[in-house]
T-cell receptor
Framework: GNSVTQMEGPVTLSEEAFLTINCTYT??????LFWYVQYPGEGLQLLLK?????DKGSNKGFEATYRKETTSFHLEKGSVQVSDSAVYFC???????????FGAGTRLFVKA | GAGVSQSPRYKVTKRGQDVALRCDPI?????LYWYRQALGQGPEFLTY????????KSGLPNDRFSAERPEGSISTLTIQRTEQRDSAMYRC???????????????FGEGSRLTVL
């Protein structure tokens, strides 16, 4: 079946540290891949996406590359800020489908 | 409004009561989704509409759960005879595109937190 696995949190970093949150997926066909972010007290919002292999999604300094050979879509940021503290969800929508399947989420704490 | 609106934001009910959760999607969005999110977990798909048609309800846990979108806009998720295990955050999302090309993003509301005592 289709599924998303992401690293468990919480992840605690100091400001300006490098961030990686791992995400791997299992899917039939060629899914589209997403990272959503949930700030405290808010709904999920799209952070970035990639719709085909080798695409790189980027937004607000975050990046993720669709790696078909390793079925991965790891989220990275070179220098995190306190305001990046949130829960990050990796997700996929599989070919011809309509369901978006989410990982369990990774909570990030950034300390000043 | 500009975003997806859900009501009530918080609902506390006693076991055995019925509850109705409402979702008002972004104007013009074809697709509407209901998800359930347990604490510390990602959203879990419940059901999905294109316009007024319920396309898939395979994620609804049992027949106590139902959803409708009669005019292709506002949707209601109804839980009958609530049980404590129904306690969760219920999230609604909408998207512009229908099933023809679902590479678009989902726009989520802030959710309705249901607590069943």
């Amino acid at each position: 079946g289709n599924s998303v696995t992401q690293m468990e949190g919480p992840v605690t970093l100091s400001e300006e540290a490098f961030l990686t949150i791992n995400c791997t997926y299992t899917a039939t066909g060629y899914p589209s891949l997403f990272w959503y972010v949930q700030y405290p007290g808010e709904g999920l919002q799209l952070l970035l996406k990639a719709t085909k292999a080798d695409d790189k999604g980027s937004n607000k300094g975050f990046e993720a590359t669709y790696r078909k050979e390793t079925t991965s879509f790891h989220l990275e940021k070179g220098s995190v800020q306190v305001s990046d503290s949130a829960v990050y969800f990796c997700a996929l929508t599989y070919t011809g489908g309509f369901k978006t399947i989410f990982g369990a989420g990774t909570r990030l704490f950034v300390k000043a | 409004g500009a975003g997806v609106s859900q009501s009530p934001r918080y609902k506390v009910t006693k076991r055995g009561q019925d509850v109705a959760l409402r979702c008002d999607p972004i104007s013009g969005h074809v697709s509407l989704y209901w998800y359930r999110q347990a604490l510390g977990q990602g959203p879990e798909f419940l059901t999905y509409f294109n316009y007024e048609a319920q396309q898939d309800k395979s994620g609804l846990p049992n027949d106590r759960f139902s959803a409708e979108r009669p005019e292709g806009s506002i949707s209601t998720l109804t839980i009958q005879r609530t049980e404590q295990r129904d306690s969760a955050m219920y999230r609604c999302a909408s998207s512009l595109l229908g099933t023809a090309s679902n590479t678009g993003e989902l726009f989520f509301g802030e959710g309705s937190r249901l607590t069943v005592l």
